[in-house]
């Protein structure tokens, strides 16, 4: 849910999430960003930007001063499901990934040494990857767990090289956060795998029927992971 909202002479956007617990504010190319938990009123939130009054007007003023357009690293190109996104990254006195319409804009700290910068851009973009997965992920297993009648215990998200899901006897399902590389489809087919192993803990024939029942563009899916596996990543070339 997104508004664009004003207090006083700060114009910003609200972003309100049902999984945000606390407010956080974010300066990206395109101005103030305030992320917020959808229980909390605009008085509140506007309280919020008050005591943040200081802080906000002098990032928003460091940013007008300095170039837009960002540069590229490992190529100008991700994939996040099922849309390319460009990827910018732009020296700033602070350090975050913001996603805005297609592009994603990396802040990297002016502090970082130029040895150290590919390796920090690297490190910020898969911990914002792995955000995203936790967020999506857990909205696939809901879909599909209510359609199939299962019930899992808590999602855990990963970072392997080579697999892509596992799921635990005591209901827990792990699923790679490289899954957000590949098409939904795709991604989709590793969650109804997982899902139903927890009725067949197993790769039998059973299991197998059960994962065609619900998914029956599993080979499909499956043949796509083994073929792709090593463009899944990001230091692929996406473009």
């Not at 992971?225 to 990001?234: D, E, G, N, V, Y």
């Amino acid at each position: 849910m997104n508004e664009v909202c004003q207090f006083s002479t700060i114009s910003y956007q609200l972003k309100r999430s049902s999984r945000r617990r606390t407010l956080a504010l974010q300066v990206g190319p395109q101005g103030l960003i305030v992320l917020s938990p959808l229980y909390l009123d605009k008085l509140q939130i506007d309280q919020f930007i008050q005591r943040k009054a200081d802080w906000i007007n002098t990032h928003l003023q460091h940013r007008q001063q300095r170039p837009q357009q960002g540069y590229p690293v490992m190529g100008d190109q991700l994939v996040l499901r099922d849309l390319p996104i460009r990827l910018r990254v732009v020296d700033d006195v602070v350090t975050g990934v913001t996603l805005e319409g297609q592009t994603l804009w990396v802040q990297l700290s002016r502090r970082i040494k130029p040895a150290n910068r590919p390796k920090q851009v690297l490190s910020l973009l898969e911990d914002w990857y792995q955000q995203e997965a936790r967020q999506y992920f857990a909205e696939r297993l809901a879909h599909w767990s209510a359609l199939m009648g299962l019930s899992y215990q808590r999602l855990m998200i990963k970072g392997w090289q080579t697999r892509w899901g596992s799921c635990h006897s005591d209901g827990t399902i792990c699923l790679n956060w490289r899954l957000l590389l590949a098409p939904a489809w795709v991604s989709d087919y590793v969650v109804v795998h997982e899902l139903a192993h927890l009725r067949q803990m197993n790769h039998s024939p059973a299991f197998w029927q059960l994962v065609a029942q619900y998914y029956p563009a599993w080979r499909d899916a499956k043949a796509y992971l083994k073929h792709h596996q090593m463009q899944l990543t990001l230091t692929a070339d996406h473009s």
